[in-house]
C-alpha cells in the first residue's frame, strides 16, 4: 500500500487466518481439491498486517508470494488445517476461516499411484473431514483457547430449496460462529470469489445485524471483516 500509514487499530491483536484450499489425496499424485485461490485470505493477512495485527496465516495449497509480516503455516489437506489451527488458536484475538476446506476425504491414499486395469474404474469411498469451525466453536466453548471471535466463509450458489442468503443464515445458527461472511458463487450473474481479485458479500452477525459489502476488491471486504471483528472484542471497540 502507499499514502498515509493506516489506522493501526489493529495493534496488539493476533489473528489467525486460513487461506486456499486443502487436497485430500487419493495417491501420491491425484487428489480431491476445491477452486480456492487464496486470494481472500491473502487480503485478510495484508490487511490485518497493515492496521497492525501480528498474522498467523495458514495457507492450504496457495500459489500466490506470502504477505510481508505474516507467519505462514502451509499445510495441504484438511486433517493438517485442522491440527494446525487449533494449536494457533490458543490464546488468539480472532479466527478467520477463509479456507475452502474440503467436506470429504478418501477413506484410503494409496501409497503408489493408480493404475488402470481393463475398463473397469475404481470406487472411491469417502469419509466426513473434521469440522474446522465447528471445532473452534466446541473448543472455545469448552474454555479451551481463550475467547476469541470466531469468523467463517461460506461460498453458496441458490438452490431449489433456498436462496445464497437464507443458506448463509441456517449456517450462521448451525456453525455458531460470530460473523459468516456468505458470498455467491459459480457461474450467475452476481458471482464473484475463486481466482477474481474482487469480492462481494454480505456479513452476518450472530445479533442478527447484516452488512452488504458491494462487489470490489477482496482488501475491501477483508477490511469490513475486521471491523466487525474489532467491535465484538470487548474492551476494543471505540
Ligand atoms: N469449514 C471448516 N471445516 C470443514 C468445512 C468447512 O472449518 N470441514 C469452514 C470453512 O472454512 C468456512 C465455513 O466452515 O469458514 C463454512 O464452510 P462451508 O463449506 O460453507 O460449510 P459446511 O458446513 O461445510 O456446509 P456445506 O454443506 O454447505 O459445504
Ligand atoms: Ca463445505
Do not use: Y
Not at 466463509?153 to 445458527?173: I, M, S
Request: aromatic share 2%.
Amino acid at each position: 500500500t502507499s499514502g498515509a500509514r493506516p489506522l493501526q487499530d489493529l495493534a496488539g491483536l493476533r489473528v489467525v487466518v486460513t487461506a486456499g484450499g486443502t487436497r485430500e489425496h487419493l495417491d501420491p499424485v491425484r487428489f480431491l481439491g476445491n477452486r480456492s485461490s487464496g486470494r481472500q485470505g491473502w487480503a485478510l493477512a495484508t490487511t490485518a498486517l497493515a492496521r497492525g495485527a501480528e498474522v498467523d496465516l495458514v495457507a492450504a495449497n496457495v500459489a500466490l508470494p506470502p504477505p510481508a509480516g505474516a507467519r505462514v503455516v502451509p499445510v495441504r489437506s484438511a486433517a493438517d488445517l485442522h491440527a494446525a489451527v487449533l494449536g494457533l488458536a490458543r490464546g488468539a484475538d480472532v479466527v478467520v476461516m477463509a479456507a475452502a476446506v474440503a467436506d470429504f476425504r478418501p477413506v484410503r491414499t494409496e501409497q503408489a499411484k493408480i493404475k488402470k486395469s481393463g475398463t473397469a474404474a475404481p470406487t472411491i469411498e469417502l469419509e466426513q473431514t473434521e469440522d474446522v469451525l465447528a471445532g473452534l466453536v466446541a473448543a472455545r466453548a469448552a474454555g479451551e483457547l481463550g475467547a476469541p471471535v470466531i469468523v467463517g466463509f461460506a461460498a453458496e450458489t441458490g438452490d431449489a430449496e433456498a436462496d445464497v442468503l437464507t443458506h448463509g443464515r441456517a449456517k450462521l445458527a448451525r456453525k455458531g460462529c460470530d460473523l459468516l461472511v456468505v458470498n455467491e458463487v459459480g457461474d450467475g450473474p452476481r458471482s464473484t470469489g475463486f481466482e477474481s481479485a474482487d469480492n462481494a458479500g454480505v456479513v452476518l452477525a450472530r445479533d442478527g445485524s447484516e452488512q452488504v459489502v458491494a462487489p470490489g476488491p477482496k482488501e475491501a471486504l477483508a477490511d469490513v471483516v475486521w471491523d466487525r471483528a474489532l467491535a465484538l472484542l470487548p474492551d476494543r471497540a471505540g
